[in-house]
């Protein structure tokens, strides 16, 4: 239908451009006007990061007439008319590059498109070992490929009860009479929400959405009454290392945005208790927020919910992959991984310390004093960090102690950050993850406390005596632990520190913390206070940021539920200016009132942040506390992780004994820590969506395709490429339609396809390369062969009266036989019988005429055409061929444009008449031609 309506529009148009056709020759020809301009577009996300083999394109600017090829095949069936733009989902992509074309009228517009594995990876580089949960519970998908890969997703229904709580819709068709309600956009639905699950980026995701079984499938023709056009993606905490798929995502039962008509959804390598590895979760949380705008199309915008490591996870994906959600809303989080696993090392080395001899006598102030914290439980708390950085503790159980690193199986998975995150830090000499492990050489354990007098000279020098460390296999030393320069470098370089000068210059981040300082939980209230730092040192303003600290948890509902009102308020603002992705229109956005504060018992408490003024109203009732690092003599900032040394100077050690002085020497030979200058390999951020894929990219050119495009004529398509080892594939496409058998280098059109165009589809693969696929441009329309022995059966004449010449079987009328360049031929054909199709080309050069009708009931044909304006002056013949027929020749003469008309002023009458003739003939023949051409569609 679609295709049908486009053809009736178009001889509507050129129908009325014959009538006005003739004023128009007569008065001087105006200015050229370009083409109106056509664009297309990937909704379901980046151009270069479609996966699955399918990606919802937008065409604009379009008329009736648009057509779409992708990788040669004609999918514009699959496009309709979506808020006034056309909207299809193109499936059926290769992996690798290919190519979507789209015409409409006179303009043409192209869009180069990656295609990765629905399994990935993307952007994450080559993939580690994974073991498959999927098949069991508590997700029960089915059997899984070597990918951990599910067939097809599955699909269940739960529902909110009138008490608050989750239940299984039932399957019997029966509507429960406990059945709750919610208000979306002022419409009331059943509170009946669709969960899928499958598999993606070898990670199991799930998502939700307000949706019954007897409601239609998401599309994205039409919204779902339950949807409000919003997205919400969740992420979990924690953190681990296990090349396993896991059991949990971040949740997408959930009720707060449910109930307003949010689709939500995640999935498992969106929590760091099972995947601790910022790259793949962005790049999960991208595949499946695309596979979402696929069925339902594109959001409003999309938020981003988590807690804790949720919260560290939504802070680097804006930074280093921004677009995938458009908005932080985030509780008791950190910045990032590695500059907070900097406590968990440092507490082990104090704990260690404590338990010893050595370390015995220490009162608990003191011992608070060094670590910088309230309760001493925190830092027992954050020494659980430490195994992400031991091969011997890091593995979960999924992975089979056989195949686990050993010092007997040197061969085995090391579950460590630096080698399941090797494709970032890169390798040492034996292939082990390079170390990014917290470098504490030149850590002066205690410092303040100190110089403050909470603890002695001798507490002092014998606590960084022995501090210790840990080596690369896990093992305590007695020499401080040391990380990889290089791995630092790539850590700063690829935005794993989070210095925020990324996307979050423009991502709004309401950041939220539940107050458990004096708990002993290690999500303190100081790691809100770093993460202003950094925006302070990007930016000189945190304009961006939001951070609020309430009581506790009774409180903190209250709080989560504003932050989800005010960041709903920020993000429509942004949509109302013009979008996302600046940072001088966020802040604009940014709703009046909102800043900084705490809940308390007498209500909110607005007050900027500050760390460094203990009076203000919120920092007496909620107090920051730090860390050994900042005890130690670090910034707020805490982004260094291995500091440059300098020599140590005693008048900052009051009260030191030379004995104490040498050993203190001794124990920092190198030097101390110089806080005044950046981390070892401190390096600029090289910009937002890096890549770790190490395959290359083949080149190929775009096919060529020689010979002319006549029944029984051998075309052969080309190709160059430059790529080692590239192995080239051909499809032959007939109007978009591949041609079935047509794979080799060369093709030989039958009579089935006279009037169809050709293309030539070439595809590259190549060892350590991506797969490319190029297109050739359309051939003219396949016609008849000419004969091989041709007989002359017509000659020109200058009188007009003698130039139809007969034939054995027609007559060709040629005029007096002279004709422009870039004028219009007119020729005419007679005794021909009523439906006889005929061919005609222009030779020595061969330039092959198409449209042409086939005889009516007189057995006369009149064929016109447009002489191309580069065909060269003088002597040339006219071919007209008919099957079955031997050809008929007439000469005809080409002269240089303007150059029939240059004895007389009148206007043009007999070509106009024709001209206009030709718009009516050729909007029929573009009937003729779509028809035949969705005819042929499977």
């Known amino acids: 239908m679609f295709r049908q309506r486009r053809s009736r529009a178009r001889l509507l148009v050129c129908a009325t451009a014959a009538i006005g056709l003739m004023a128009a020759l007569a008065a001087p020809a105006p ?44 999918v514009t069936a699959a496009f309709s008319v979506v808020d006034g733009r056309l909207v299809g989902l193109v499936e059926g992509l290769p992996v690798g590059v290919s190519e979507l074309v789209a015409t409409s009228g006179s303009a043409t517009t192209k869009l180069e498109v990656t295609n990765h594995p629905i399994t990935g990876p993307v952007f994450s580089g080559p993939q580690h070992p994974m073991y498959c949960t999927a098949s069991g519970a508590p997700w029960n998908l089915g059997e899984t490929d070597a990918n951990c890969h599910v067939a097809e997703p599955k699909v269940t229904f739960r529902y909110r009860t009138t008490g608050g709580g989750w239940a299984d819709y039932p399957t019997d068709g029966s509507v429960p009479a406990n059945l709750n309600t919610a208000t979306v956009e002022g419409r009331q639905v059943p509170y009946v929400v669709r969960i899928e699950r499958g598999t993606i980026n070898r990670g199991v995701y799930e998502t939700a959405m307000l949706a019954g079984p007897t409601d239609p499938a ?91 490591a949720g919260t560290m996870q939504q802070l680097l994906l804006s930074n280093n992959y921004p677009g995938i959600i458009d908005g932080v809303m985030g509780e008791i989080g950190f910045p990032d991984e590695r500059t907070t696993t900097v ?119 014998t606590l960084n005596e022995k501090a210790g460390g840990m080596d690369v296999d896990g093992n305590r030393t007695a020499a401080r632990s040391e990380a990889s320069v290089a791995a630092i470098e790539q850590a700063f370089r690829t935005g794993r520190v989070n210095m925020m000068t990324g996307g979050l210059a423009y991502t709004p981040v309401i950041e939220m913390r539940k107050y458990t300082d004096l708990t002993g939980d290690f999500h303190e209230r100081y790691r809100s206070a770093i993460i202003r ?150 390096v600029e951020y090289a910009g937002t969506w890096q890549s770790f894929d190490t395959t290359g990219d083949a080149e190929l050119g775009t096919p060529v395709i020689a010979g002319d495009p006549h029944v029984g004529t051998e075309l052969v398509a080309t190709a160059n490429s ?23 280098s060369s093709f030989t059109p039958d009579a089935a396809l006279v009037g169809a165009e050709l293309t030539a589809r070439v595809s590259l693969t190549a060892d350590g390369y991506h797969p490319v696929s190029r297109v050739s441009g359309s051939t003219a329309a396949v016609a008849l062969a000419p004969s091989p022995s041709p007989t002359a059966t017509s000659s020109p004449s200058a009188s007009p009266s003698s130039s139809a010449s007969p034939s054995s079987w027609a007559t060709v009328d040629v005029g007096d036989g002279r004709f422009e360049q870039g004028g219009a031929l007119l020729v005419t054909v007679s005794r021909l019988a009523p439906g006889q199709v005929i061919g005609a080309e222009i030779h020595s050069d061969p330039y092959v005429l198409t449209g042409i009708p086939a005889a009516d009931a007189s057995g006369r ?78």
């Not at 430059?722 to 058998?741: C, M, R």
């Not at 024709?914 to 009516?920: D, E, K, N």
Request: proline share 5%; aromatic share 8%.
């Open 31 to 74: 200015p050229a006007v370009a083409a109106d301009e056509i664009t297309l577009s990937v909704l379901s996300g980046r151009a270069d990061t479609v996966t699955g083999g399918d990606a919802l394109i937008a065409l604009t600017g379009a008329d009736a007439d648009a057509r779409v090829t992708a990788d040669g095949r004609d």
């Open 218 to 308: 998401p599309s994205y023709t039409a919204r779902a009454a339950g949807w409000n056009g919003k997205l919400a993606y969740t992420f979990g905490g924690a953190c681990g290392v296990g090349y396993w798929q896991g059991t949990g995502t971040g949740g997408v039962e959930n009720d707060l945005l449910l109930s307003r008509g949010y689709i939500v959804a995640s999935a498992t390598f969106n929590v760091y208790a099972q995947n601790c590895n910022d790259v793949t979760s962005a790049e999960t949380a991208m595949m499946v927020k695309e596979h979402v705008v696929e069925q339902v199309g594109p959001p409003v915008y999309t938020i981003g919910s988590g807690g804790s």
């Open 533 to 682: 730092e950094r925006m302070l040192d990007a930016y000189g303003n945190a304009d961006t940021h939001v951070s609020w600290t309430s009581k506790d948890a009774w409180y903190s509902s209250f709080m989560y539920s504003d932050a989800l009102n005010k960041l709903e308020e920020w993000l429509d603002n942004i949509v109302e200016l013009g979008g996302f992705g600046d940072r001088e229109r966020t802040v604009a956005a940014r709703p009046a009132g909102l800043g900084d504060g705490c809940y308390t018992d007498n209500g909110f408490v607005s007050e900027q942040l500050d760390y460094d003024n203990p009076t203000s109203t919120c920092n007496q009732l909620f107090p920051y506390h730090s860390e050994p690092r900042h005890v130690a003599g670090e910034g707020l900032a805490r982004d260094v992780l291995k500091c440059q040394l300098a020599t140590p100077v005693r008048g900052d050690y009051p009260g030191i004994t030379d004995d104490q002085w040498t050993r203190l020497l001794a124990t920092f030979s190198t030097g101390v820590c110089d806080w005044t200058k950046p981390s070892q390999g401190r």
């Open 722 to 744: 430059s790529t080692p080892g590239a192995t080239l594939s051909y499809q032959w496409f007939a109007d978009g339609v591949a041609i079935e058998g047509a794979a080799a």
């Open 861 to 938: 044909v009149v064929i016109r055409a447009t002489i191309p304006a580069a065909l060269p002056t003088g002597a040339h013949t006219l071919v007209i061929t008919s099957a079955g027929h031997d050809p008929i020749r007439a000469a005809i003469t080409i002269v240089p444009a303007g150059s029939l008309a240059s004895t007389g002023g009148h206007a043009p009458w007999a070509a106009v008449a024709a001209a206009s003739a030709l718009l009516a003939l050729g909007a029929a023949g573009i009937v003729i031609a779509r028809r035949r051409r969705m005819n042929a569609r499977p």
């Open 343 to 461: 406590g968990g090392h440092d507490c082990v080395n104090l704990l260690d310390f404590w338990g010893t001899p050595a370390g015995a006598g220490w009162s608990t102030a003191q011992k608070l004093a060094v670590t910088g914290q309230a309760q001493l439980q925190t830092c027992t708390g954050f020494t659980w960090f430490t195994g992400v950085d031991n091969p011997k503790s890091g593995c979960n159980a999924a992975v089979p102690v056989g195949d686990r690193w050993s010092t007997s199986n040197p061969d085995g998975l090391r579950c460590t950050i630096s080698d399941m995150v090797k494709n970032v830090y890169g390798t040492d000499d034996q292939g082990r993850g390079q170390r990014v492990i917290p470098d504490n050489v030149g850590v002066q354990y205690g410092l303040q406390a100190y110089q403050d007098g909470v603890i002695s000279a001798e507490q002092f020098v």
